[in-house]
């Protein structure tokens, strides 16, 4: 069954919520687990890949854009639409529920204050299906030099 990891970010904005995910999929990737990062649309999944680029400092993270040519076998995929592989983690950066989320094996999903009630609304969701939840509360993450992902 699908594990389901809230990560409840004390910042308010998007972009910490896409700096978390970022730094996230970097320690995933070290746990050679591959990731789907999930934008809600086509221009968030182009500030994620841009983000990539830059953030965390000092690591390379392999990653492209779904569809783009030498996408296949890339160890972190960004998209906006159902993706062709379910392999890993499915970082889900929108708003809802994507109808596919339980093909991966895990799904993380980050929440920053701005977004607590519908961060609620996802959280019901996996709930009233049985799915194991798992929630970690995030202070100083960004200075804070210890693993992120269990």
Do not use: K
């Amino acid at each position: 069954m699908t594990r389901i990891d809230f990560y409840i970010l004390q910042d308010v904005n998007v972009s910490a919520r896409q700096r978390f995910a970022c730094r996230l999929a970097a320690q995933a990737l070290g746990q050679g687990q591959p990731v789907v990062l999930h934008a809600e649309d086509e221009p968030s999944a182009r500030e994620m890949d841009e983000l990539l680029w830059h953030y965390p400092d000092r690591r390379f993270v392999p990653h492209a854009m779904a569809g783009d040519p030498g996408s296949q076998g890339v160890p972190v995929l960004i998209t906006w639409q159902e993706p062709a592989t379910f392999d890993g983690v499915l970082f889900n950066l929108t708003s809802e529920v994507p109808h596919f989320f339980n093909r991966f094996h895990r799904v993380v999903e980050v929440v920053v204050q701005d977004h607590l009630a519908a961060g609620r609304e996802r959280y019901r969701f996996y709930r009233h299906r049985g799915y194991p939840l798992y929630d970690h509360r995030m202070d100083e993450w960004e200075t804070s030099s210890a693993a992120l992902m269990p």
